[in-house]
């Protein structure tokens, strides 16, 4: 694959590659335990725990302990003490490889240059820095080679998930149930840890793009062949992928309260945005204005529709037992930024503060298939531990203030004054 060989000679052309290699095999070999002090500490299922240790062993939690109940954790080597320490966390909807051009204008996702390999790179590091761990991209064949390299220690960033090639509603153009499931078979075979789903138009263009027949014919492949299913939904189509069985519905905004219960009573998660994908747009309008998918009229819409957008998810928060997930759609010029919708949820949508975090922790983690792997500070799973200078329960705007980020045992940020980088395999 042409865009996996210019990533991997972009990171020998850097000498990034030196560094994250240097990470990687620290990370690995690393056998010593790391015992880290809370003062506070938010476990990821919506519970505080106080004055605790927390012990890793190679990638993963071995022990939550109070200090007075393991006398052997100590001593400590990250005091991360007056900070709030929380899981790493997880955004359900980026699209990692989406960059500007050399020409400053919007060039999308699909890019093989050296140019998209190296912002690709630069893209997942910002992520990683702004305390997001784990993220799901959806989707590109582009994101492909950059989350391998990532896994195999090669760039540091975020383990991530991906989709590959997304299904394009087109009507019946999208083809027959039949060619539906052997694309969900290609994706599959191509890599894909997803089934990325288009069943409807934009926020404010048309309304189904497929029958309820292809996507159950989609949703169902994708179950047979042990993938989930992300469906890009508005108005009709959020109460078609969930009769389809999908797994989660992007945006949803146009649902009426009925399909926001039907998809509690079915298990099928929400993924809506709260208002940085649209502040983003506005922000780097000139860069983005592209006729037919980047408008005038489109732009002239998008403050209202931010507004819309956070209506639809005050309704959603009343809707008993429906699980929300965070995701943000971060496109370009919105990597490492993907905290803001922390705040735009919890200042303009009034969801709980906590409900906030968690939604990009434990419930983040089962919404992806991976509440056993990572999403809350637990013994046996991943050490994907970040800490705030700031209580996000108190002040939600100090999610823009990650001060140490731990990736699988891994400290790729230290920023604190009272840490004590005390192992090997620890980088400021």
């Known amino acids: 694959m042409r865009s996996s060989k210019i990533i991997l000679s972009m990171v020998s052309i850097l000498?990034?590659?030196?560094?994250?290699?240097?990470?990687?095999?620290?990370?690995?070999?690393?056998?010593?335990?790391?015992?880290?002090?809370?003062?506070?500490?938010?476990?990821?299922?919506g519970g505080v725990l106080h004055?605790?240790?927390?012990?890793?062993?190679g990638s993963k939690i071995v022990s939550v302990?109070?200090?007075?109940?393991d006398p052997k954790a100590g001593p400590v080597d990250y005091d991360l003490r007056g900070l709030t320490v929380l899981p790493g966390w997880i955004d359900a909807h980026v699209h990692i490889t989406w960059s500007f051009g050399r020409d400053g204008k919007n060039a999308g996702q699909g890019g093989t240059t050296q140019d998209a390999a190296y912002a690709a790179a630069s893209n997942a590091w910002l992520t990683l820095m702004a305390g997001f761990t784990t993220i799901q991209s959806v989707g590109s064949p582009a994101d492909v080679p950059l989350r391998d390299a990532i896994a195999k220690g090669l760039l540091p960033g975020p383990r991530i998930l991906t989709a590959v090639e997304p299904l394009m509603g087109r009507g019946e153009q999208t083809g027959t149930p039949e060619e539906?499931?052997?694309?969900?078979?290609?994706?599959?075979e191509a890599g894909a840890d997803l089934i990325k789903i288009y069943a409807?138009?934009?926020?404010?263009?048309g309304t189904m793009t497929m029958s309820q027949e292809q996507l159950n014919a989609a949703c169902?492949?994708?179950k047979k062949q042990g993938l989930r299913t992300l469906v890009h939904a508005f108005r009709d189509a959020v109460r078609a992928a969930t009769l389809a069985g999908c797994s989660e519905v992007e945006h949803g905004l146009?649902?009426?309260d009925d399909d926001l219960k039907l998809m509690a009573e079915r298990g099928t998660y929400l993924d809506p945005q709260a208002g940085l994908l649209l502040e983003t747009y506005l922000q780097y309008k000139d860069e983005y204005l592209a006729p037919p998918y980047y408008t005038e009229e489109g732009f002239a819409a998008m403050k209202g529709l931010i507004v819309a957008h956070q209506e639809f998810i005050k309704r959603a928060v009343r809707i008993p037992g429906l699980k929300m997930a965070y995701g943000t759609d971060a496109v370009a010029g919105a990597h490492g930024r993907n905290a803001e919708d922390f705040i735009n949820r919890v200042r303009d949508c009034g969801v709980d503060p906590m409900a906030a975090m968690v939604s990009a922790n434990s419930v983040g983690a089962e919404a992806l298939g991976m509440g056993d792997q990572v999403g809350s500070i637990?013994?046996?799973?991943?050490?994907d531990i970040i800490a705030l200078d700031g209580n996000p329960l108190q002040d939600i705007t100090a999610v823009r203030r990650v001060v140490f980020v731990m990736k699988g045992g891994v400290v790729y940020k230290n920023g604190t004054r009272g840490a004590i980088p005390a192992h090997e395999g620890a980088h400021r």
Request: aromatic fraction near 2%; charged fraction near 25%.
């Open 378 to 383: 637990t013994p046996g799973l991943q050490a």
């Open 254 to 256: 146009g649902a009426s």
């Open 220 to 222: 169902d492949e994708a």
């Open 180 to 188: 539906i499931r052997a694309f969900v078979r290609k994706q599959k």
């Open 15 to 45: 000498g990034v590659c030196g560094l994250a290699q240097e990470v990687s095999s620290r990370g690995q070999a690393q056998s010593k335990r790391i015992v880290i002090a809370a003062s506070t500490a938010l476990d990821g299922k």
């Open 65 to 69: 302990d109070p200090k007075s109940v």
């Open 51 to 57: 004055d605790i240790r927390i012990v890793v062993e």
């Open 200 to 205: 409807s138009g934009g926020m404010t263009r």
